[in-house]
């Protein structure tokens, strides 16, 4: 199964140093974190309208010092005025908005000349918006299943100004937030508390494991970028989510300093070309063969447990 196919304030306070036999525990230690998100898919439901999704992700945005996100939109979703509407609300919030191309198509499945040209057709959608920068995110992460398609993409970005809105810390948001709509079109008043404790003990799953896989292949610390989905799930929970990063202690930074970066001019020599940036430099390193997983992150991967817990 193709993965995605369906279709915070900085520490609490400054910690005094406390030697405990290695090193002090200080402020300028803790990881940092940044919040993307993809697509930009609208739709009611019956527990959240459009409207209301997005003004509750925003809101929680906003609630932990303005924080800044990068939101890559497929031009597909906003093909009316009012989803564009929706979109306007985060670029005059100041929201970086970049390409997610037009069609959200599978690189693997595409050829280079089909969809180099639905990127400049995505562009043409959010050009217009004074928010829009010139980063692209590749559908799926999914950057070539040959050398040949992963160096044309590379040229092509390079040649119309682009630069690649890699991800370090993949998740899959996308697949617990299909679960949650189906279990809603079922039980309408489900409990949602057990579908949180499971998304935000994913999530931060997932930071670990790749902040720790950062820290092996690169040694030091790095500015994270989340990926994460405009779905359901992060409707209700995205205040949840910045919190918790709070409360463990990350801090929470705007997206377009996460981007500066060295880590974000990475181009990995690897096919099938892809996946978190940290993947594939762990994946070129050829150190981690055994820890590493492909695709990096899947619905498979949770559905056990998913189904184990009744969720």
Same mark, same amino acid.
């Given at each position: 199964?193709?993965?995605r196919?369906?279709? %915070? ?6 910690f ?5 036999? *290695? ?9 940092q974190?940044?919040f993307t998100f ?18 509750? @992700? ?9 924080? $800044?996100?990068?939101i890559? +939109?497929a &031009? $597909?979703y ?8 929706h ?5 005059d919030a100041g929201?970086?908005i970049g390409?997610?191309?037009? %069609? ?9 000349? *089909?969809?180099?040209?639905d990127?400049?057709?995505g ?15 590749f559908?799926?992460?999914?950057? &070539? ?7 044309? @993409?590379?040229?092509?970005l390079k ?5 690649n &809105?890699?991800?370090t810390?993949?998740?899959s ?10 279990r809603?079109?079922k039980?309408?008043k489900a409990?949602l ?8 003990a ?9 902040d720790d896989?950062a ?9 994270h *970028?989340?990926?994460l989905?405009h779905n359901v799930?992060n ?7 910045l919190?918790m ?9 705007d997206a377009?300093?996460a981007? *500066?970066?060295?880590?974000f ?5 690897? +096919?099938?070309?892809?996946? %978190?940036? +940290? ?19 899947? &619905?498979?991967y949770?559905?056990?447990?998913m189904?184990k817990?009744?969720?």
């Amino acid at each position: 199964m193709k993965r995605r196919g369906f279709i %915070s304030g900085a520490l609490g306070g400054i910690f005094a140093a406390k030697l405990i036999g *290695t090193k002090s525990i200080l402020a300028d230690d803790a990881p940092q974190i940044s919040f993307t998100f993809d697509d930009f898919n609208l739709f009611d439901t019956p527990i959240l309208s459009a409207e209301q999704r997005n003004r509750a @992700m925003l809101e929680a945005l906003r609630n932990h010092s303005n924080l $800044k996100a990068v939101i890559f +939109v497929a &031009g $597909k979703y906003i093909s009316d005025e009012t989803k564009r509407e929706h979109l306007r609300a985060w670029n005059d919030a100041g929201h970086v908005i970049g390409n997610h191309s037009y %069609s959200h198509l599978f690189y693997h499945d595409a050829s280079f000349e *089909t969809f180099s040209c639905d990127v400049l057709r995505g562009e043409a959608v959010v050009k217009d918006f004074r928010q829009f920068k010139k980063i692209f995110r590749f559908p799926y992460l999914k950057e &070539g299943n040959t050398a040949e398609k992963r160096d044309q @993409m590379r040229q092509f970005l390079k040649a119309n100004e682009y630069r690649n &809105g890699h991800v370090t810390i993949d998740a899959s948001d996308w697949y617990v937030d299909t679960r949650l709509r189906e279990r809603l079109k079922k039980e309408s008043k489900a409990d949602l508390a057990p579908y949180k404790s499971f998304y935000l003990a994913h999530l931060w799953e997932r930071a670990k494991y790749y902040d720790d896989l950062a820290q092996k292949v690169l040694g030091r610390q790095i500015k994270h *970028t989340l990926l994460l989905h405009h779905n359901v799930v992060n409707g209700l929970f995205l205040a949840d989510v910045l919190q918790m990063f709070v409360d463990k202690g990350w801090k929470l930074i705007d997206a377009e300093t996460a981007f *500066t970066d060295p880590i974000f001019s990475a181009a990995p020599n690897i +096919v099938p070309a892809g996946e %978190s940036v +940290v993947w594939a430099l762990a994946k070129e390193s050829k150190k981690f063969d055994k820890e590493l997983r492909y695709p990096g992150e899947d &619905g498979d991967y949770e559905k056990a447990k998913m189904d184990k817990l009744g969720l």
